[in-house]
T-cell receptor
Framework: KAGVTQTPRYLIKTRGQQVTLSCSPI?????VSWYQQTPGQGLQFLFE???????NKGNFPGRFSGRQFSNSRSEMNVSTLELGDSALYLC??????????????FGSGTRLTVV | DQQVKQNSPSLSVQEGRISILNCDYT??????FLWYKKYPAEGPTFLIS?????DKNEDGRFTVFLNKSAKHLSLHIVPSQPGDSAVYFC?????????????FGQGTILTVHP
């Protein structure tokens, strides 16, 4: 059974540019969440999508956005990149959203470096 | 405002002994708790979870204890193995439609010595 796939694994962008990261969840998983991991702030929740609808949103500026497609694949976009956006971006998927007993399965992440 | 706290940045244990990792939370709305293990350059791996209606959940060598009145949970690993060396994160969610929003602690680095 394939795991959560994130592409690309590594990315280098310049300040002011925008970037799109992709996540393919485990087959049958309908909930997809995104997290940002930095040394100073740890793992922070960005947003969660379920059946193409954003269900939860973290405390990030509007430059961070996402979407989910009908096949549950998800993308996140960061516009007008800042140096502080350099981080590991993790995607996680789950069978359901709102059901206890199901842990989220994480992908290996996309390492974004902004220069 | 750090709603989930892991106050021990690191823990060192001898192989075969018990490892106890602790986690405190402040948000009374949290009702579902999870532990994840993370190796460098990989995403976190789900270990075990517990809902607020329970005070203990076991899965093999891993047991999670929840003390709701103290807003405290702990992960026990018995016996500890060198392969358990990793960063351990506790996470919490408010359940319901907020289930997908996990709040993570800062992590504890566990080192198990042979």
């Amino acid at each position: 059974k394939a795991g959560v796939t994130q592409t690309p694994r590594y990315l280098i962008k310049t300040r002011g540019q925008q970037v799109t990261l992709s996540c393919s969840p485990i087959s049958g998983h309908r909930s997809v969440s995104w997290y940002q991991q930095t040394p100073g702030q740890g793992l922070q929740f960005l947003f969660e999508y379920f059946s193409e609808t954003q269900r939860n949103k973290g405390n990030f500026p509007g430059r961070f956005s996402g979407r989910q497609f009908s096949n549950s694949r998800s993308e996140m976009n960061v516009s007008t990149l800042e140096l502080g956006d350099s981080a590991l971006y993790l995607c996680a998927s789950s069978v359901v959203s709102g059901g206890a007993g199901y842990g989220y399965t994480f992908g290996s992440g996309t390492r974004l470096t902004v220069v | 405002d750090q709603q989930v706290k892991q106050n021990s940045p690191s823990l060192s244990v001898q192989e075969g002994r018990i490892s106890i990792l602790n986690c405190d939370y402040t948000n009374s709305m949290f009702d579902y708790f999870l532990w994840y293990k993370k190796y460098p350059a990989e995403g976190p791996t789900f270990l075990i979870s517990i809902s607020s209606i329970k005070d203990k959940n076991e899965d093999g060598r891993f047991t999670v204890f929840l003390n709701k009145s103290a807003k405290h949970l702990s992960l026990h690993i018995v016996p500890s193995q060198p392969g358990d060396s990793a960063v351990y994160f506790c996470a919490a969610s408010a359940g319901g439609t907020s289930y997908g929003k996990l709040t993570f602690g800062q992590g504890t680095i566990l080192t198990v010595h042979p």
